[in-house]
Every structure is written in C-alpha cells, then in structure tokens.
T-cell receptor, first 112, second 112 residues
Framework: AQSVTQLGSHVSVSEGALVLLRCNYSSSVPPYLFWYVQYPNQGLQLLLK??????LVKGINGFEAEFKKSETSFHLTKPSAHMSDAAEYFCAVSGRNNDMRFGAGTRLTVKP | DGGITQSPKYLFRKEGQNVTLSCEQN?????MYWYRQDPGQGLRLIYYSQIVNDFQKGDIAEGYSVSREKKESFPLTVTSAQKNPTAFYLCASSLLGVETQYFGPGTRLLVL
C-alpha cells in the first residue's frame, strides 16, 4: 500500500526565511506525488506534482519540491516565506486509479 | 466558470438521521472522489468513481453510501450507521488516470 508521512505537524518561520516542509513516501511502484495547500475552511489547491518527468518540480507561488528516490523523500521548499504562505500543506501519493493517500498535514506559520 | 460546487456549506444531523451532501462539477471530469478531513489526520478517502453507475470503496467507506447516476454529480449520504460523522467533507474530481484532483469548498457536518 502506498502512503506518505509528513514530518512536523507545525512549522514556524520568519517572513523572508526559507520554508522547508518534509514528506517521505512509501510505495512499491514508482510513485506519483503531490503537494496541496489548504487555507482555513476551504478546499485544497494543487501546488505541484511529480510524475517522473523531472526530479525537481516547480510549482505555483515560488514553491518547488525535489524527488529523491534514495531517500524516499519529496520535500517542499520556498526560498523566502511570505505572510500569505501561512496555511496547511498536504503531501499525497496517488495509486494507479488516482485514489490518493494524504499525509496528516503541516501547518505553516509565518512570523512578521 | 468551471469548477466544483458543494452544498450546503454547513449541515446539521440529528441522531439516527441520514443526511446527503451534494457535489456537482462542470469540468467534464470522469472521476470523482469523496474525502473526510479530521484535525490532525489529513484527508481520508471515502469513495471514488471513475465512470457513471460505478464506484469503489476507499479506506473509510463504512457508514457512508454514494451514487453516480450522472457524470456531473456524486452525492454522499452519511447514514445513521456512521457513529462519528462530525468532520469536514471534501469532494474532488479529475480526468481519468493519475491526474490533478480539483477540490470543492467543502461541507462541514455537525451532529446535534
């Protein structure tokens, strides 16, 4: 069965600092991996996705993630945090039927 | 505007009552999904459907039922057998295959 684990339920950074949100996956086949963002009381919005075309994936709002097979990781980064980045972030892995399994989420707080 | 709509935004259920959550999409997507979100647990897959008149159980289908009579609609019924229904319910849709899922704004279900 495929699954993802997000390390750290809460991450706090200062405005302008590096954002690093960690995600490790477990999959017996080459995985399809996603990062989504959720603002309070709203649905999820796709940030980026990995589908084996390139290991470094660039997404919206300046976010990117690197697929590392040797580490079974797909960490999300942004060089400089903005106040508007405060939200909850979910890593997910997709099965062949696009039945997605999500991590527990990481809440990002950005301090002024 | 194309998108996914969920109604109502808030729903109250009395003990022993079945309630139905609506999900409609006009994106011409074949696949639709229902997730349940609880604090600290991320999203968990309830049911998904890849074609009209067919659907599959996800990880937590017990106490829920769905139908897919039209491509655009995928209603979820929370039955009285679901003993802990209080949660945020999210509907999503996608093209077939491993594709981005687009999410609705969610319905929050509360028990009176």
């Amino acid at each position: 069965a495929q699954s993802v684990t997000q390390l750290g339920s809460h991450v706090s950074v200062s405005e302008g600092a590096l954002v690093l949100l960690r995600c490790n996956y477990s999959s017996s086949v080459p995985p399809y991996l996603f990062w989504y963002v959720q603002y309070p009381n709203q649905g999820l919005q796709l940030l980026l996705k990995y589908t084996s075309a390139a290991t470094l994936v660039k997404g919206i709002n300046g976010f990117e993630a690197e697929f590392k097979k040797s580490e079974t990781s797909f960490h999300l980064t942004k060089p400089s945090a903005h106040m508007s980045d405060a939200a909850e972030y979910f890593c997910a892995v997709s099965g062949r039927n696009n039945d997605m399994r999500f991590g527990a989420g990481t809440r990002l707080t950005v301090k002024p | 505007d194309g998108g996914i709509t969920q109604s109502p935004k808030y729903l109250f259920r009395k003990e022993g009552q079945n309630v139905t959550l609506s999900c409609e999409q006009n994106l011409n997507h074949d696949a639709m999904y229902w997730y349940r979100q609880d604090p600290g647990q991320g999203l968990r897959l309830i049911y998904y459907s890849q074609i009209v008149n067919d659907f599959q159980k996800g990880d937590i289908a017990e106490g829920y039922s769905v139908s897919r009579e039209k491509k655009e609609s995928f209603p979820l019924t929370v039955t009285s057998a679901q003993k802990n229904p209080t949660a945020f319910y999210l509907c999503a849709s996608s093209l077939l295959g491993v594709e981005t899922q687009y999410f609705g704004p969610g319905t929050r279900l509360l028990v009176l």
